[in-house]
């Protein structure tokens, strides 16, 4: 992260045949997708008519403040947790090796298999909140399940696996003998956790936080699994697949995946120069 | 109430540091043993063993990173075991330095200064005033990593001075450097003990160092406190076979002392039976087990005619041009070698007959252990 760069000068040529497959793979069905767009189904006349579609009909807009609305909450909040449990286990810890593991198992699962687990251990008759009731907490289930709440924990588990397998090792990445010196300088705990920790570490959280928060606004099978795809979890991939699959409408459908392309790419423009305002350089002194 | 204890134990500029029987372990290892050591106010105290011994070990004691196992930290013969690390008021130089990369210059030797509140101006005039000392004048706001290696060292000893600490910690600050630069440094070091007068503790593997910085010298080895002297005491006065082969000594003969005679030992090695004629000194008496050492440069080589005690046969077998003088190996016809470094370039040959001959003033007795 965030090394040197060195100039290179004929060497890009051994980045071409690299360049090829990714041409065919990306970039060419991106540009096919962008040109769909401008066309209406059946006729291949350019129009604006896709995205005056996706403009007024709320049907596709709302899209939009849903997908946000649920992703934004809940990175903010997998940040909250990632970042704490790292930042306790990080240097040396007995069982550090079992909390690191425990937090970033679900990565291994994948999203279905969360959904499934969710839904088993939430649902009203399920363990959480059998528990609770029978404890006298509360007298109603608590609906986990198939709402915007489902969606929400999935997001959770998986982001907060995500971002903590990153945030490991960026603060193994901080020499111990940074805070140390701080505190031997006469540095409380806080104070040396404001001024010299958390600027050192800021930017590469800043960085996985912002790669966190654009891979689930692409959230689809835990807003279909867990969640309410008819309303409250209508994300855009929701809706995108609905057009392709259920009206094989692709024009609408890549008209969906190019505004969620340009909301990820606001979001990240927001992300990263809030990122810029900090120190971006090495947290090593060392060349 | 910290601040009030704080107040208590730090009157005076002067510290005067005490360890009393310290140890840590890790698991089950020992890093520090029962280690016990006075350093008087405005010392200059040079912690001196080879890699792993617990020097670190002790420092971070002092400095509060680590908690003792066992054992008492005092300053002023107040115990400090329970006061937090950042209210030690100790000035230190990590072996890396640990300068904070996300700062200036000036930024990092002010930030003691910061956590004092110490105000604007005076902040300034005091960091300003440090960086004239260690000569980074005109670097104040570069950033950390466009700095050289002895720059780099220069910063993290203005950060720690700045503050006016009670205590300097000083891990091996100069290892990184070359020759030259490590000889100015020690330079400017020596020059700064004596204008600033803080009790320092300096850590390194290099003798030369130590010899011409320390007040007072602790060798260790393997958690343990071998000797603690004055430089010359050290190195004229090895106590034990440790300290005088870790500080240069050569040429250890085993064995016992068995005879005294006019005011002189006689010594006979273990494995051999030789016997050698030694001064008697007053730590010693016969019937002791110790070791005979002589450095490289006090052997003699006689080719003439010479009779008397200490002469021993034997024959050239290598020899390797030093510098300013020749080293020898000199084999007996039992096998056992002696080096005798010779000044002048090659005086004698490989093959060649010599006799030895180890002047009874110039042998050292020391301990075994
Ligand atoms: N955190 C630790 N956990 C376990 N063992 C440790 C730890 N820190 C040090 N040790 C051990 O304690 C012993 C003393 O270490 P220390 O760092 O004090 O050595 P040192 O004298 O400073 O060596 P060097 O000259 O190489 O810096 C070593 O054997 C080391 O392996
Ligand atoms: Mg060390």
């Known amino acids: 992260m965030n090394r040197v760069v060195f100039a290179r000068k004929r060497d890009y040529l051994f980045f071409l045949p690299s360049l090829v497959p990714l041409l065919l793979l990306f970039v060419y069905p991106l540009l096919k997708g962008l040109v769909m767009t401008f066309q209406e189904t059946g006729s291949s006349g350019l129009t604006l008519h896709n995205y005056i579609e996706f403009f007024t009909n709320p049907r596709y807009y709302d899209t939009i403040f849903r997908t946000l609305y649920l992703v934004i909450p809940a990175t903010i909040i997998e940040l909250i947790i990632a970042f704490g449990i790292t930042y306790f286990i990080r240097g040396k810890m007995r069982g550090k090796g079992i909390i690191a593991g425990l937090t970033i198992f679900p990565l291994t699962l994948g999203s279905i298999i969360i959904d499934m687990g969710i839904i088993s251990f939430f649902k009203p008759t399920g363990w959480f909140n059998t528990v609770l009731i029978n404890i006298g907490l509360i007298d109603e289930p608590f609906k986990l399940v198939y709402n915007y709440w489902g969606t929400f924990l999935a997001l959770i588990i998986l982001g907060v696996a995500f971002m903590a397998s990153n945030f490991v090792g960026i603060m193994d990445y901080i020499d111990p003998n940074l805070e140390q010196a701080a505190r031997s300088l006469g540095a409380s705990r806080w104070i040396t956790f404001k001024r010299v920790y958390f600027p050192l570490i800021r930017s590469n959280v800043l960085t996985v936080f912002a790669l966190n928060l654009i891979m689930q606004i692409g959230v689809y099978s835990s807003a279909v699994i867990v969640g309410n795809p008819a309303s409250e979890t209508r994300t855009f991939v929701v809706v995108a697949f609905e057009e392709a699959m259920r009206n094989f409408n692709y024009n609408m459908a890549n008209t969906v995946a190019i505004v969620m392309g340009i909301t990820q790419i606001v979001i990240l423009g927001i992300v990263f120069a809030i990122r810029k305002r900090g120190y971006i350089g090495s947290a090593s002194t060392f060349k | ?369």
Do not use: W
């Open chain 2, 1 to 369: 109430m910290i601040q009030v204890e704080r107040k208590k134990i730090f009157t005076g500029n002067s510290t005067r540091v005490e360890l009393k029987n310290l140890t840590k372990k890790f698991g089950s290892t020992t890093a520090v043993e029962n280690a016990s050591l006075e350093i008087d106010s405005g010392e200059f105290m040079t912690l001196l063993g080879p890699s792993g011994c617990g020097k670190t070990t002790i420092l971070s004691m002092i400095l509060g990173i680590l908690e003792p196992t066992s054992g008492e930290i005092a300053f002023n013969g107040q115990p400090i075991n329970h006061i937090d690390m950042s209210k030690r008021d100790i000035g230190m130089v990590f072996q890396n330095y640990a300068l904070f990369p996300h700062m200036t210059v000036f930024q990092n030797i002010a930030f003691g200064l910061d956590m004092r509140k110490v105000e604007k101006e005076e902040k300034k005039k005091r960091v300003r005033e440090v960086i004239k000392m260690v000569q980074l004048d005109g670097l104040e706001d570069r950033f950390i990593k466009d700095l050289s290696g002895g720059q780099q060292q220069r910063v993290a000893l203005a950060r720690a001075i700045v503050i006016r600490p009670r205590i300097l910690l000083l891990d091996e600050p100069l290892s990184n450097l070359d020759a030259k630069l490590r000889k100015e440094m020690r330079t400017q070091l020596k020059k700064l003990h004596r204008e600033l007068d803080i009790t320092t503790i300096y850590v390194t593997h290099d003798q030369e160092e130590a010899l011409s910085l320390s007040t007072k010298i602790t060798v260790m080895s393997k958690g343990v406190i071998q000797q603690i002297g004055a430089p010359e005491e050290i190195f004229r006065r090895p106590r034990n076979y440790f300290v005088a082969n870790f500080i240069g000594y050569g040429n250890f003969l085993k064995g016992k002392l068995v005879d005294e005679k006019n005011g002189q030992f006689i010594f006979e090695t273990t494995k051999d039976s030789l016997r050698l004629t030694v001064n008697r000194d007053n730590k010693h008496q016969v019937g002791d087990q110790v070791f005979l050492t002589i450095k490289p440069e006090m052997l003699e080589i006689v080719t003439g005619e010479k009779t008397g005690v200490n002469l021993l046969d034997g024959e050239i077998v290598t020899s390797d041009y030093i510098g300013s003088a020749t080293g020898y190996e000199v084999q007996m016809e039992n096998g056992r070698t002696f080096q005798v470094n010779v000044p002048g370039l090659n005086p004698y040959a490989v093959g060649q007959k010599v006799k030895l001959y180890l002047d009874p003033a110039k042998i050292l007795i020391v301990d075994e252990e």
